[in-house]
């Protein structure tokens, strides 16, 4: 079918034979890539799971469930995620849409001196406003906020898509 389209092209457009050729060539092989790149990479590498939302090359899942703080980050990591972390406004006002009314546990413990660390080792950085003087964090309707981390709350997680 393609050889067609290449006979066809070169006999319409005799004199400008050369450009069209290489044109045809470029199709054929930007084509051929696409179909190794599609074949490559399986469906479930590029694509949140069942339940997951896909925001900004990462998946989101929100529990429908409540447990502890620790046994809301154990439930993450037997789906090869994280308690979410926030790593933007954007991410912030998306997490807050999808939660509902519920609050949910993050991946982030903090200490009485309100520093912070995220379950990816990486230091809270204090782009938002934390209330509470807790160890665990948690988002609200209001925002984020700290809780005793035997508390049961939702929880969400995240991971990045392949």
């Known amino acids: 079918m393609i050889s067609n389209f290449i006979v066809v092209m070169v006999g319409v457009m005799s004199r400008h034979k050369k450009c069209f050729i290489m044109g045809a060539i470029l199709i054929i092989i930007s084509n ?32 429908k ?14 789906q090869h995620a994280d308690l979410t972390k926030i790593d933007s406004k954007e991410e912030m006002d998306f997490l807050r849409r999808y939660k509902c009314s519920s609050d949910h546990w993050i991946g982030l413990k903090m200490a009485k001196n309100q520093t912070g660390q995220w379950v990816d080792g990486a ?3 204090k782009s ?11 988002l609200s309707d ?3 906020a700290t809780a ?10 995240r ?4």
């Open 32 to 63: 051929a890539i696409t179909v190794l790149i599609v074949k490559l990479t399986p469906d479930s590498e590029r694509f949140c799971p069942y339940d997951w939302i896909g925001f900004q090359n990462k998946c989101y899942y929100f529990s």
């Open 128 to 138: 938002f406003v934390m209330k509470g003087s807790e160890g665990c964090a948690y």
């Open 142 to 144: 209001d925002g984020t």
């Open 65 to 78: 469930e409540e447990g502890d703080w620790n046994s809301s980050k154990y439930k993450c990591s037997t």
């Open 123 to 125: 230091k809270f950085k």
């Open 148 to 157: 005793r981390c035997y508390t049961e709350r939702k929880w969400i997680c």
């Open 159 to 162: 991971k990045k898509i392949h």
